[in-house]
């Protein structure tokens, strides 16, 4: 797992949440995601949204794609697909992913590094491996994270941010031994590169064999921490996390600014998780605003829905060559 790696030991270390009067979030639900098949056939794992966890607001969707070792000819993409009204992250850990879209951004995401798109008012994109990884195959391990946007910022102006893989900021546990990569947002008084619409943090933690993770975490904020591979638990209670597992933390209760998250990664990992625990841990402040969403589209009525469309049809989210028009991707339909 080539995304981001260093010694922990040299890193600054984040504050451990205080002994006394912190209040740390017990596990409130355990999803394990759903498999189900994407642009042009690749397959994902979906914790949310699903019939156990319709959203994680202000989050949308998250896929998790691999990890897997395709052959020659085996990696594919997404045909050219528009968007409104949210953002997509997507966060390459090995491997790498192309990206163009309507507005001229986009590039080569590699091992590390993340792609953060805000569609806003309106984009069209087209996500494909590299030449290279279609003819000689390899390893390919990914995520791609929706946000939802606040009603005043849907119709913001397309942006393309391009977090390269050295941008992250790179923290220590408290006690030094596991690593924490900051992609957006602040935990402990540090702060990751992502500039985002809506308050978040993003974390992909790996958390030593037999350590203990605490992260201060706002007390406005949802958490949720997400195995991308080994096995640990989540919580004070220590309820059991595997690959491809998700699990949400009750809200707060507490009267000061910040609560605790809790993870524990098991005393053995296996082979695939040799150097740890492997977990994204997300949290967001809740837009708590009506959500309208069908295929591509994400708004907060049915008529800005049927206004999308519209748009969409007569040319409003940028061009692309004619000969790769697009349509909508097996995912957007299912989000009906």
Do not use: C
């Not at 979030?25 to 156990?52: C, D, I, M, W, Y």
Request: charged share 20%.
């Amino acid at each position: 797992m080539p995304a981001v790696l260093a010694d922990p030991m040299t890193l600054p270390r984040l504050p451990r949440p205080g002994r006394e009067g912190t209040d740390w979030r017990r596990v409130a639900k355990v999803v394990t995601a759903e498999r189900h098949l994407e642009g042009e056939g690749f397959q994902v794992r979906r914790p949310f949204p699903s019939v156990n966890l319709a959203m994680a607001d202000p989050f949308l969707l998250l896929d998790h794609m691999g990890a897997v070792e395709y052959a020659p000819g085996e990696a594919m993409g997404t045909p050219w697909h528009p968007h409104r009204g949210f953002e997509t992250v997507t966060y390459i850990i090995d491997g790498a992913f192309q990206h163009r879209d309507t507005t001229g951004g986009g590039g080569l995401i590699a091992d590390g590094a993340t792609q953060w798109m805000t569609a806003g008012a309106g984009i069209q994109h087209i996500e494909q491996p590299p030449p290279e990884l279609v003819a000689k195959g390899g390893l390919f391990h990914g995520v791609q994270l929706w946000v939802n946007l606040p009603r005043a910022e849907k119709w913001a102006k397309p942006r393309y941010q391009d977090i390269r893989a050295g941008d992250v900021k790179l923290l220590s546990s408290d006690d030094g031994s596991s690593l924490v990569r900051v992609i957006a947002g602040r935990v402990g008084g540090f702060d990751g590169p992502g500039v985002t619409h809506t308050p978040i943090t993003y974390l992909h933690a790996t958390i030593a064999p037999g350590a203990r993770l605490t992260l201060p975490w706002p007390r406005d904020f949802n958490a949720v921490a997400y195995v991308l591979s080994g096995r640990g638990t989540a919580g004070v209670e220590e309820i059991g996390l595997d690959e491809g597992q998700l699990a949400a933390f009750a809200g707060s209760h507490h009267r000061g600014e910040t609560d605790g998250l809790m993870l524990r990664a098991a005393d053995t990992q296996p082979t695939a998780s040799k150097n740890g625990w492997e977990v994204l841990v997300l949290g967001g402040m809740p837009l708590r605003e009506p959500v309208a969403r069908y295929g591509p589209f994400v708004m907060n009525t049915r008529d800005e829905i049927v206004q999308a469309f519209e748009d969409f049809q007569a040319g409003r989210m940028g061009t692309i060559p004619a000969e790769k028009l697009p349509h909508l991707s097996e995912r957007d339909e299912n989000l009906s």
